[in-house]
């Protein structure tokens, strides 16, 4: 069992660093890349074919281009953007030369560099909060948690070498914020998802005995009969807002 469970946390760290190998590499992983990552774990054709469906289901691109497509954003999301998109093109446009030397004078802790520096990489956040879309996130948050990223990363170059590095650097930056974000959310859902599950158990408990006694139950009729401490059931009551049909909670008589 114990290696079973060793093998599964293995295959999840893999493939967390390839997910994040492709995010560095513009979303984009070659199969090879992936084949020699799993190579250790001796997947056979079905499990790697589950790999490719996880990475294409998250937007990466393997031996081709990312895919990303509007029409997997809602209505809000793709208004929101194509607004966004739109007062971003109202910004500044530098050539080659001029975002060098753009880029060596904010290296040097230059402000107005600086200021610049983030209006050339504001485009680039919303290229990357495209890949991280549909992971539970709207597209506006991702997006303000990468020019957050980008507003501070500007300001921590003395981190950075050449200037070559920068936009390596504040890229990465923005992938840690929007991964930040995602597994937040995440850990709300599974929260929530606790939360209403015990709500649910104690609900049902509650019937259970109440349908017994043909009355509502009081907590500490519910805490005999099922050994449960007092504080679970609270929390319960406290989350469903007082609304388990079947428990009298004691609340009125505490206004009272």
């Known amino acids: 069992m114990g290696n079973i469970d060793n093998k599964e946390k293995e295959f999840a760290e893999i493939l967390k660093s390839v997910t994040r190998t492709a995010r560095e590499n513009k979303n984009t992983i070659s199969k090879a890349e992936v084949i020699e990552a799993f190579s250790e774990l001796d997947l056979d054709e079905k499990q790697l074919n589950m790999v490719f469906d996880y990475l294409k289901n998250h937007k990466i691109g393997v031996d081709e281009e990312a895919y990303f497509s509007e029409e997997d954003l809602t209505e809000d999301e793709s208004n929101y953007l194509n607004d966004y998109l739109d007062s971003l093109s109202a910004l500044p446009q530098y050539n080659d030369g001029e975002k060098q ?3 060596i004078s904010a290296l040097a802790g230059d402000k107005d560099a600086q200021s610049k520096l983030i209006e050339m990489y504001l485009p680039l956040v919303v290229d990357v909060a495209k890949m991280y879309s549909e992971q539970g996130v709207f597209i506006e948050d991702l997006i303000g948690e990468g020019n957050v990223a980008l507003t501070k990363g500007v300001t921590m170059l003395d981190a950075v070498g050449e200037p ?11 992938l840690d914020a929007m991964e930040k974000i995602i597994e937040e959310n995440l850990a709300e859902d599974a929260g929530a998802q606790k939360v209403l599950k015990l709500v ?6 509650a019937k259970e005995l109440a349908d017994d006694l043909r009355r509502k139950v009081t907590v500490k009729e519910l805490m005999d009969e099922t050994g449960w401490d007092e504080d679970k059931i609270r929390t319960a009551i406290e ?13 009125d008589k505490k206004k009272k």
Request: proline share 0%.
């Open 101 to 103: 030397a753009i880029t």
């Open 164 to 174: 070559g590095e920068v936009e390596g650097f504040l890229y990465n930056l923005m």
């Open 200 to 205: 649910q158990e104690v609900a049902d408990k």
């Open 239 to 251: 989350f469903s807002a007082d609304n388990i049909e079947d428990l009298d909670s004691g609340a």
